[in-house]
C-alpha cells in the first residue's frame, strides 16, 4: 500500500506561484509514474504533470512552460511548480502513483485527498 498526502494549496492572486507537495510513504519503490490531476468545478479530472521516474515528463498544453514537476526521491516528495498562476488553474489539485508505466495513465493505483488551490483575477 502507498499512501500520498498532499500540501500547499491555498489563495493566490492571478500571477503568482504556489509549489504543491506530495509525500509519500508506504511500498513506494513499486510506483513508476507520479502525477498531478486537478478537477475543477463542473469539470472533469484532467492530468496536469506527470513523472516517470525522473526520467520521463509529460505536462498537459495549457500549463506547459509555467507549471514543474520534479521529485526529491530522499524526502519521497513529489513536487509541483507553478508559476504565472491564472484564474482558471482553480482547482483541488491531487496527487497520484502508478505502478505501470505510461506516463499518462488516467487510472493511477493511488490518490491522495487532494489539496485546494483557488487563484483570484
Known amino acids: 500500500q502507498v499512501q500520498l498526502v498532499e500540501s500547499g494549496g491555498g489563495l493566490v492572486q492571478a500571477g503568482g506561484s504556489l509549489r504543491l507537495s506530495c509525500a509519500a510513504s508506504?511500498?513506494?519503490?513499486?510506483?513508476?509514474?507520479m502525477s498531478w490531476y486537478r478537477q475543477a468545478p463542473g469539470k472533469e479530472r484532467e492530468l496536469v504533470a506527470a513523472?516517470?521516474?525522473?526520467?520521463?515528463?509529460y505536462y498537459a498544453g495549457s500549463v506547459k512552460g509555467r507549471f514543474t514537476i520534479s521529485r526529491d526521491n530522499d524526502k519521497n516528495t513529489l513536487y509541483l511548480q507553478m508559476n504565472s498562476l491564472k484564474p482558471e488553474d482553480t482547482a483541488i489539485y491531487y496527487c497520484?502513483?502508478?505502478?505501470?508505466?505510461?506516463?499518462?495513465?488516467?487510472?493511477?493505483?493511488?490518490w491522495g485527498q487532494g489539496t485546494q488551490v483557488t487563484v483570484s483575477s
Open positions: 497520484a502513483a502508478s505502478t505501470g508505466l505510461v506516463l499518462t495513465t488516467t487510472s493511477p493505483d493511488y
Open positions: 508506504g511500498t513506494i519503490f513499486s510506483l513508476n509514474v
Open positions: 513523472d516517470r521516474r525522473g526520467v520521463i515528463t
